[in-house]
Nanobody, 119 residues
């Protein structure tokens, strides 16, 4: 069972930056998709960004040009660099890893880290 631990959240002023990390308890080499989701109070969980095993990335329109997702296979870690943060980026951020054995998909979630953007 793969366990994920997020870190790097906190309070930041508008326009500031944070880097989130999601460390896996085992190898991420076989993981097909690694993504960051966020959920604000009263809102549905939304995909922020994901990166494939091949390194292809995809971003929500609301964060394009401001956020960057990356992975370090040697450290079993995926990162989310968040720049030019806005108050509307305030949410709990969760990382998600997905892999398949060709028959079914397996999802793994972290516990979440709070990001608050406020002056």
């Amino acid at each position: 069972q793969l366990q994920l631990v997020e870190s790097g959240g906190g309070l930041v002023q508008p326009g500031g930056s944070l880097r989130l990390s999601c460390a896996a308890s085992g190898s991420i080499f076989s993981i097909n998709f690694m993504g960051w989701y966020r959920q604000a109070p009263g809102s549905q969980r939304e995909l922020v960004a994901h990166i494939t095993r091949d390194g292809d990335t995809n971003y929500a329109d609301s964060v394009k040009g401001r956020f960057t997702i990356s992975r370090d296979n040697a450290k079993n870690t995926v990162y989310l660099q968040m720049n030019s943060l806005k108050p509307e980026d305030t949410a709990v951020y969760l990382c998600n890893f997905r892999k398949t054995n060709g028959i079914r998909w397996y999802d793994y979630w972290g516990q979440g880290t709070q990001v608050t953007v406020s002056s």
